[in-house]
C-alpha cells in the first residue's frame, strides 16, 4: 500500500508542477492582454486553469490523509508535515487571492469599449496576488517531488529545511519582481498622459 500511496503522490506533484508551471506562466502574460475583450477571455481561461492545479492538490492531499488513517505514523509523518503544507499553502494562495482578482478582472473587462486598457486595469492584471500563488504552487511541487525522492522513511529537519528555505525564498522573490513590474507599469502612462497635456496647452 506504501507504495501505491507514494505513486499517487507522486503522479500528482509531477502533474501539479507542470499544471502549475503552464498556469504561472498564462497568469504573467495577462498583463499583455491587448484588449478588454481579449484579456476577457484570457482571465476566464486563467480561472479555469486554477481548477485544473486545484484536480493533483486534492490527490496528494487524500493521498496524505488515506496514509494516517491506514499506516504507522512513521510512514506518513514526512508527508503530512512537508506535502501537505506545499500543496495547501499554494493552493488556498490561488483560491483566496488569485481568484477574487482575477474574478473581479473578469468583471472590469466585460465591456469592450475599444479603447486601449486603463493603467488601472493592467496594474489589475500584473498584481503579485494574481500571478505568484500559480508561481509557487509550480516550486512548491518540485520540492514534494524532490522530497520524495531523497528524504528517508524518518524525516529529519536537516533533510527538510533546506528545500522549505528555497521554496519561500523564490517565492519572496517572485512576489519582489512581480511588485516591481506592477508598479512600474503606470509610469510610461503617466509620462504619455502628461506629455499630451502639455501638448495640449501649447
Known sequence: MFSIYNGIIGASALLLLILSWIGGRKASRLLYGGSAARLHRKTRKQMVWAAYIA????????????MTA????VFWEDRVLLH??????????????AMPRLWALWKTTRTDSGAPLPVEVRRQAAHPMLVVPFQTSAIA????LYFLLVTPVSL???NA?????LWATA???LW?????????????ADRYESGFVADQRL
Not at 55 to 66: C, D, E, K, Y
Not at 176 to 188: N, S
Open 141 to 144: 511541487a518540485a520540492a514534494i
Open 55 to 66: 484536480l493533483p492538490s486534492i490527490g496528494i492531499i487524500a493521498a496524505t490523509l488515506h
Open 161 to 165: 529545511i533546506v528545500p522549505i528555505l
Open 84 to 97: 501537505l503544507p506545499l500543496t495547501l499553502v499554494p493552493i488556498l494562495a490561488i483560491w483566496l487571492l
Open 171 to 173: 517565492s519572496a522573490a
Open 156 to 158: 529529519r529537519f536537516g
Open 176 to 188: 519582489t519582481i512581480r511588485d516591481r513590474r506592477c508598479r512600474a507599469i503606470a509610469r510610461p
Open 70 to 73: 491506514s499506516m504507522p505514523s
